[in-house]
């Protein structure tokens, strides 16, 4: 099963741009999307509902802002939206597909100004013990997204530069720490090399695209029952040079093993 993890920086616009062939190209069975920023009504009738996949949208109350969404290939065992707080911007969608429980998240941004900042940060501390919850469960747990936050200096272009930019302040980074201490695996990295990079998103001022300067802040982490089975994972950068200023990331997951059977 591959697993791919997407902010499409706004879905309608992304279709226009080549948003079906990048996915023809990454080819995932479980596709997480964020900051969709459309009502399903608001989609193409391919796009809201298409032929080949299963949906489940979890859209803002606020139109044209934030949202997540995830495609399968499989039906949904189980569909939850949000994890506790209101969830009035559908940052947080819970499904369960094949066994595995799939969790799309959208942390906000805190770089607009303090009070966005702030906002971040109380998402992301009320976000820590609910992950902690699923890091220890049995059943393989994968939560991937746009988390808003370069872990290491390994994971942003210049570290010295943004040391005192949201995404990669101090406070930011011990709390993904603390992510990552709660039992959860960054399933990427260890398929990707000791870094820099490769990173997933890239500012759209100068040409931080073109010249490969990014952050690393969209993530797929897993507790132990689902990083067992990590066969192989990359980053997608093709897709950010045309569709989206940040590229999907993607991990490989071996089929479970067979229970002998009875005797």
């Not at 080819?27 to 009502?39: G, H, N, S």
């Not at 100004?113 to 998402?123: I, L, V």
Request: one cysteine or more.
């Amino acid at each position: 099963m591959r697993i791919a993890t997407w902010n499409v920086g706004g879905l309608r616009a992304a279709v226009r741009k080549g948003f079906l062939s990048d996915v023809r190209r990454v080819r995932p069975d479980v596709l997480l999307l964020q900051e969709v920023r459309a009502l399903p009504e608001q989609l193409p009738p391919n796009i809201a509902a298409p032929s080949t996949w299963k949906v489940a949208w979890h859209p803002a109350q606020k139109l044209g802002y934030a949202g997540t969404g995830v495609w399968s290939r499989q039906r949904f065992a189980e569909v939850r939206r949000g994890y506790g707080p209101d969830d009035v911007d559908g940052r947080v969608l819970d499904v369960v597909i094949d066994g595995i429980r799939v969790v799309c998240v959208y942390l906000p941004s805190g770089s607009a100004s303090p009070a966005s900042q702030a906002r971040k940060d109380a998402f992301c501390a009320s976000f820590l013990p609910w992950a902690a919850s699923l890091a220890s469960s049995s059943q393989p747990v994968v939560i991937g997204g746009d988390l808003n936050v370069a872990p290491t200096a390994m994971d942003i272009h210049d570290p010295k530069a943004n040391a005192k930019n949201s995404g990669f302040l101090p406070h930011e980074r011990a709390w993904f720490g603390d992510l990552l201490a709660t039992g959860l695996v960054d399933l990427v990295r260890p398929h990707i090399g000791p870094g820099p990079g490769p990173y997933s998103w890239w500012s759209n001022r100068g040409r931080a695209r073109v010249e490969d300067r990014g952050w690393r802040i969209d993530h797929l982490l897993g507790n132990a029952a689902a990083a067992e089975r990590v066969l192989r994972g990359g980053i997608d950068r093709a897709a950010a040079l045309t569709t989206s200023d940040h590229a999907p990331v993607w991990i490989d997951l071996a089929d479970p093993p067979q229970r002998p059977r009875d005797v």
